[in-house]
């Protein structure tokens, strides 16, 4: 069987983390890097499931970008037409998804493009759903009138970038970033793939002991867990309903939960090797607490219980917020903008100095 060419896509900003994890875990060798999607070709047959990717998808084919006016739209069809389907659905079993053709039920579209087009991704989507729906044998489950396809339908997906379009089948049953443990969430909640660079970020080794001040649903300490089990992780946050979703998502992973205000943690001083953060900045969710009065209280106790040497991966709303943490003696090592349900957010990993800052009497 030839080498598989994939796709993953993720969100804008984390191409380079995402680059960087696929490399490490050797899954294949890169051959594009482009606007929220990173181009690789398999190094051989197995699963594909990078933590810090929306979703991971076989290449079905190209052509160049149709256009803007919506007669444009009918040409796309022509990737439907030209795609291999028998082999793309082998390829697919072959690294971890569903079976062969038999295993269809039926297809579902969903397409993306740059630009401003004088038509809709639904044109997008029935235009090339309707014609795969028909070579397959299959219904076609079209997002224009209904919700989300009923189980064992293909997925697929379109993009349009102003030079080509692509057609994309996805491997697995469903997008990669709807993770199994997450059965609760709460306002604020962050998504997971974000939350796995935020970790990969932090470098957390075996034995590190990590804390998320504001845990909220406990999606970083879930992330954390699953690439460093031999950690020690702490978990706070002074919402009774987001302490309760926390205990639930990261069962079995032995995070310790807490109820605790994040301007006065529970912990000794420079105990904490790793801090990774979303904390609340006033945007979905309202800061309580001694963190209500002032932002100024949460940088404190951060600086506090960091150990000697040891960092924090933080996610800002804006760079402004930087001048609080050098004020507390922490370091900025690296800034990564990424975009976070259309707005510009930014992943800061701080570094606190060796010298260990005094005890608080």
């Known amino acids: 069987m030839t080498a598989a060419s994939l796709v993953a896509r993720c969100a804008h900003g984390l191409e380079p983390t995402l680059s960087a994890?696929?490399?490490?875990?050797g899954l294949g060798a890169i051959t594009h890097l482009g606007h929220r999607e990173l181009h690789f070709r398999a190094l051989r047959p197995g699963p594909v499931a990078p933590r810090t990717a929306d979703d991971v998808f076989l290449l079905a084919g190209h052509r160049p970008d149709p256009g803007t006016a919506r007669r444009d739209v009918a040409a796309l069809s022509r990737l439907a037409m030209e795609a291999d389907l028998d082999t793309l659905l082998?390829?697919?079993?072959?690294?971890?998804?569903?079976?062969?053709?038999?295993?269809?039920?039926g297809v579902e579209v969903s397409a993306s493009f740059l630009g401003g087009r004088n038509f809709n991704r639904y044109d997008v989507e029935d235009a090339?759903?309707?014609?795969?729906?028909?070579?397959?044998?299959?219904g076609y489950h079209s997002r224009r009138t209904a919700g989300a396809p009923p189980p064992g339908h293909t997925g697929w997906r379109v993009t349009l970038d102003g030079l080509r379009a692509t057609l994309m089948l996805r491997i697995t049953e469903r997008p990669l970033h709807r993770r199994d443990y997450k059965r609760h969430t709460v306002p604020g909640t962050l998504h997971p793939p974000l939350a796995a660079a935020m970790a990969r970020i932090a470098d957390i080794r075996p034995?590190?002991?990590?804390?998320?001040?504001c845990c909220g649903a406990g999606t970083l300490l879930a992330e954390a867990g699953g690439q460093a089990p031999r950690a020690v992780l702490y978990?706070?946050?002074?919402?009774?309903?987001?302490v309760r979703a926390a205990r639930e998502n990261t069962a079995g992973l032995g995070v310790v939960v807490g109820r605790a205000d994040a301007g006065r943690l529970p912990l000794p001083?420079?105990?904490?090797?790793?801090?990774?953060?979303?904390?609340?900045?006033?945007?979905?969710?309202?800061?309580?607490?001694?963190?209500?009065?002032?932002?100024?209280h949460w940088w404190a106790e951060l600086r506090r219980v960091l150990a000697p040497d040891g960092t924090a991966v933080v996610l800002l709303p804006g760079?402004?917020?930087?001048?609080?943490?050098?004020?507390?003696?922490?370091?900025?090592?690296?800034?990564?903008?990424v975009r976070v349900s259309g707005a510009q957010t930014f992943l800061v990993r701080l570094t606190a100095p060796t010298r260990p800052r005094r005890t608080r009497k």
Do not use: C, M, Y
Not at 269 to 296: E, I, K
């Open 269 to 296: 001083d420079g105990s904490v090797d790793r801090v990774l953060s979303n904390p609340p900045w006033g945007g979905q969710v309202t800061a309580l607490g001694l963190l209500a009065a002032s932002p100024s």
């Open 319 to 337: 760079l402004d917020e930087l001048p609080l943490g050098l004020r507390h003696g922490l370091v900025p090592a690296h800034v990564q903008g």
């Open 128 to 138: 090339v759903g309707s014609v795969l729906a028909r070579r397959l044998g299959v």
């Open 235 to 242: 978990g706070f946050d002074l919402s009774v309903s987001a």
């Open 207 to 213: 034995g590190h002991t990590v804390l998320d001040p």
């Open 21 to 25: 994890e696929i490399l490490q875990l």
């Open 90 to 105: 082998e390829l697919r079993r072959a690294h971890g998804g569903p079976g062969g053709v038999s295993g269809v039920s």
